[in-house]
């Protein structure tokens, strides 16, 4: 019997991995690109669409209360009928919407009707990206390989949102934006022909030894003759018994790790789409030029992929994911909360980039640690609750600073809501158990083998 997460572990990283690191990084890209053009929308449509504060933040929003559903939802589907199967449904609906948005949502009702239909789909890519690229790392460099995976697309797709707001929509309007997202179609093709099924998932519903044989040669090409010896079974660990579900999330194995990460993902959201949906309006309030303030939302994302690396490579080496974590976010509340009390073009450019750097960077490790929390039959429930609890913050982050700058003129209110959202987050993550989530459990373990369930005796 050939355990597949010990191949997996133990493969070096090759062309193959290559490969599934630049799909996922497309893909995630388009999600990345999806959620943050709304934000160089808000200066075209506010004075023609007659917008107050509010609307402008449910504006942002919308397309966050889509993305929610589609993180939720997609879960218990990546679960049971496979991670590639709804990673392309999702694609494909990020595709059409977007350029229904462009083609037909130019009143406000319209556009955020269609900005919810197409967050739906944006909202499957990001947390079923970080399931499926880390059932391909290895063990040495888990957290460091997911990223490259997901965070270089997520941290590119940012910068591209900024730099079409910046240099397409002066000239070609803000339909453009979402001519752009439409090209996810493209991806959608690619990945048709090149992204195959997680070997885990593969293993663990007992599919066909050829399909596991032909990817794990692939991703391992030293032992491909070993996987091609006759009569080869190709297994993977599971627990005994149940399907992927909210109520397996909230057992006793995972609910102190659960309610943590969700509550860490509920603040850190708040906080991140907060802060991007409003932090170019923010800079041309505090008396920053269009380009400049712009500009800020390209910085924020270009410094997000650097810390998700440098985050990721603390949790690696140190073995303490929530310390890094908390220290990261903590950071990033002092960098904030500084932007609250001092306006000066060049302290606003360090705090801008301190905050990309430390929370959204950690948001970045929090995604790869919890796919790892949990083990491979709720992985996809597990991260999609997660990034779906979240994004009731990321809802809620826009619309209720926009409320708190319609009662407080001026940005500080804006900047101190932020900050205390992301030293909450830190706290919460601290509550994490995650040497329970990891521990197998006692009594019968099984394995799955081709579709029979055998206990093993511990």
């Known amino acids: 019997m050939i355990d597949v997460r010990r191949e997996l572990d133990e493969a070096p990283i090759g062309p193959y991995h290559v490969l599934l690191v630049a799909l996922v990084g497309l893909i995630v890209f388009f999600e990345a690109y999806g959620t943050f ?7 075209y449509v506010t ?23 589609g993180s939720l939802l997609h879960g218990r589907f990546a679960d049971r009928y496979g991670r590639r199967p709804v990673l392309l449904c999702g694609l494909w609906m990020a595709a059409g919407f977007s ?6 949502g130019h009143s406000f009702q319209l556009f955020c009707g269609l900005r919810f239909c197409n967050g739906i789909g944006l909202g499957i890519l990001l947390p079923l990206s970080v399931t499926y690229i880390s059932e391909f790392s290895p063990a040495r460099m888990r957290s460091t390989f ?8 997520f941290s590119a797709g940012g910068v591209g949102a900024a730099a079409a707001g910046v240099f397409l929509t002066p000239t070609l309007g803000w339909p453009s934006l979402y001519y752009v997202g439409s090209l996810a179609a493209v991806v959608a093709v690619a990945c ?8 885990q998932f593969l293993a663990l519903h007992g599919a066909a030894p050829d399909r596991i044989r032909l990817t794990l040669a692939k991703l391992h090409p030293a032992r491909s003759a070993v996987y091609a010896q006759p009569g080869q079974v190709f297994t993977t660990a599971r627990r005994q018994p149940g399907a992927a579900s909210v109520a397996a999330l909230l057992s006793k194995r995972y609910r102190r790790t659960t309610l943590s990460v969700w509550g860490a993902a ?7 789409y907060g802060l991007t949906g409003w932090v170019p309006t923010a800079m041309l309030q505090r008396g920053e030029s269009v380009v400049a303030s712009f500009s800020f939302g390209a910085l924020i994302l270009a410094a997000n992929f650097v810390g998700t690396l440098a985050s990721g490579y603390a949790a690696d080496k140190t073995g303490c994911g929530r310390g890094s974590l908390a220290a990261w976010w903590v950071a990033g509340t002092l960098a904030v909360g500084t932007l609250a009390f001092v306006n000066l073009h060049l302290v606003n450019v360090i705090c801008v980039t301190a905050a990309g750097f430390f929370i959204l960077g950690g948001l970045g490790t929090l995604n790869n640690l919890t796919a790892g929390w949990y083990d491979t039959e709720v992985r996809g429930t597990g991260v999609g609750m997660m990034l779906g609890v979240g994004r009731i913050g990321g809802v809620l ?27 909450l987050g830190a706290c919460m993550i601290l509550l994490a158990s995650p040497a329970t989530a990891m521990r197998a459990p006692a009594g019968l373990e099984s394995m799955r083998i081709h579709g ?5 005796i511990q």
């Open 99 to 104: 350029l229904a948005t462009a083609l037909l």
């Open 397 to 423: 982050g826009p619309f209720i600073t926009g409320l708190l700058q319609q009662l407080v003129p001026g940005s500080a209110i804006l900047f101190l809501a932020i900050a205390a959202a992301s030293f």
């Open 192 to 199: 048709h022909i090149l992204l195959p099924e997680s070997v």
């Open 452 to 456: 029979t369930t055998i206990g093993r």
């Open 47 to 69: 004075g023609p669409w007659r917008l107050g504060p509010g609307q402008v933040g449910f504006l942002v929003s919308s397309g966050l209360i889509g993305f929610m559903a």
């Open 37 to 43: 053009n709304v934000a160089y929308v808000v200066h």
């Open 146 to 153: 997911a990223t490259w995976g997901w965070g270089l697309g």
């Open 266 to 272: 509920f603040f850190l959201l708040f906080a991140v």
